[in-house]
């Protein structure tokens, strides 16, 4: 295990095999990964660990992989299937948690909360201004949602009941005309070679100036550099993004310091009844695979 994960997860692993933890607070290094799986039959990483063909080679008993993320994009899954390495994810657990993630930066961008916090504590709240600090309506306003899978859906199921008009987006449809018609755009796509760097500055030039980008899915959609120009240039009116590219950003990069740019730290499924159900279903995962008759 890459780390030690919440709940009591864990000692459902141990009572069955043995088990080492990576003891840091940080992602082991690439060489102190490959050190400590050489010799394992099972890994359960995370989406911070890069699982590329050339550390499953140096794990010649590896025979499954479990990945505590709903998504694969830090394996090489082709690689694993070569060898006939089973990779497990933990989707579903996450969804309603990183939909309600999604609303909260949404909302947080459309109504500027973290600019009228920073001027409360600041003491420039002098007193009820008819022209201060004046936001977006989400009601009434229209969400494109780029990518219609589980989170992208429960998204739009509660865009819905906030009144809003909402257009899902899938392969096929016509990502620039949609771009074009709306308020918010929130990104719920895998990250792909297709995906990658699917709103970059073309993307970006068709959306409104007013327009408000969140992203919780995975950095690399979103052209960094790009959005950052968008946002000084006032091209997009702001932008929430739970993911970045890199991640995390350097704490001088100009985006952290731009009034219309929201970053949070990849929480997308930081509660703690979620974590802990991830840590269920990474440890079943890893559990059903080994039980399986080896190569």
Same mark, same amino acid.
């Given at each position: 295990?890459?780390?030690?994960?919440?709940?009591?997860?864990?000692?459902?692993?141990?009572?069955?095999?043995?088990?080492?933890? $990576?003891?840091?607070?940080?992602?082991?290094?690439?060489?102190?990964?490959?050190?400590?799986?050489?010799?394992?039959?099972?890994?359960?990483?995370?989406?911070?660990?890069?699982?590329?063909?050339?550390?499953?080679?140096?794990?010649?008993?590896?025979?499954?992989?479990? &990945?505590?993320?709903?998504?694969?994009?830090?394996?090489?899954?082709?690689?694993?299937?070569?060898?006939?390495?089973?990779?497990?994810?933990?989707?579903?657990?996450?969804?309603?948690?990183?939909?309600?993630?999604?609303?909260?930066?949404?909302?947080?961008?459309?109504?500027?909360?973290?600019?009228?916090?920073?001027?409360?504590?600041?003491?420039? $709240?002098?007193?009820?201004?008819?022209?201060? $600090?004046?936001?977006?309506?989400?009601?009434?306003?229209?969400?494109?949602?780029?990518?219609?899978?589980?989170?992208?859906?429960?998204?739009?199921?509660?865009?819905?009941?906030?009144?809003?008009?909402?257009?899902? =987006?899938?392969?096929?449809?016509?990502?620039?005309?949609?771009?074009?018609?709306? *308020?918010?755009?929130? =990104?719920?796509?895998?990250?792909?070679?297709?995906?990658?760097?699917?709103?970059?500055?073309?993307?970006?030039?068709?959306?409104?100036?007013?327009?408000?980008?969140? &992203?919780?899915?995975?950095?690399?959609?979103?052209?960094?550099?790009?959005?950052?120009?968008?946002? =000084?240039?006032?091209?997009?009116?702001?932008?929430?993004? *739970?993911?970045?590219?890199?991640?995390?950003?350097?704490?001088?990069?100009?985006?952290?310091?731009?009034? &219309?740019?929201?970053?949070? +730290?990849?929480?997308?499924?930081?509660?703690?009844?979620?974590?802990?159900?991830?840590?269920?279903?990474?440890?079943? &995962?890893?559990?059903?695979?080994?039980?399986? +008759?080896?190569?």
């Amino acid at each position: 295990m890459t780390r030690a994960l919440p709940g009591g997860a864990l000692d459902r692993l141990r009572g069955a095999h043995e088990v080492e933890v $990576w003891p840091g607070d940080l992602p082991p290094t690439r060489e102190e990964l490959v050190a400590g799986a050489r010799d394992a039959e099972g890994l359960l990483c995370l989406l911070t660990d890069a699982i590329d063909a050339d550390v499953i080679a140096a794990c010649p008993r590896l025979r499954a992989i479990s &990945n505590y993320a709903v998504g694969s994009d830090n394996i090489d899954r082709a690689a694993a299937a070569e060898r006939g390495i089973t990779v497990g994810v933990t989707p579903d657990v996450l969804t309603d948690t990183t939909a309600e993630l999604t609303f909260a930066l949404m909302l947080a961008a459309a109504r500027r909360l973290p600019e009228a916090v920073r001027d409360v504590r600041a003491g420039r $709240w002098r007193t009820w201004e008819p022209g201060g $600090w004046l936001g977006q309506d989400l009601h009434g306003a229209r969400l494109c949602v780029v990518g219609m899978g589980r989170i992208g859906r429960a998204v739009a199921r509660r865009a819905e009941a906030f009144g809003m008009d909402v257009a899902g =987006i899938g392969r096929g449809d016509s990502l620039h005309d949609a771009l074009e018609r709306a *308020d918010f755009v929130s =990104i719920h796509c895998p990250l792909t070679d297709e995906t990658r760097g699917l709103i970059g500055a073309a993307e970006l030039s068709h959306m409104k100036p007013t327009a408000i980008l969140v &992203n919780t899915a995975r950095g690399p959609i979103v052209d960094t550099k790009e959005l950052t120009k968008a946002l =000084i240039d006032g091209r997009l009116g702001a932008a929430a993004l *739970d993911v970045t590219d890199p991640e995390p950003l350097p704490a001088d990069h100009l985006l952290l310091k731009l009034p &219309n740019a929201l970053v949070v +730290p990849h929480i997308g499924s930081a509660t703690h009844r979620t974590r802990e159900r991830m840590a269920d279903l990474a440890v079943d &995962n890893l559990l059903a695979a080994l039980t399986r +008759p080896g190569p």
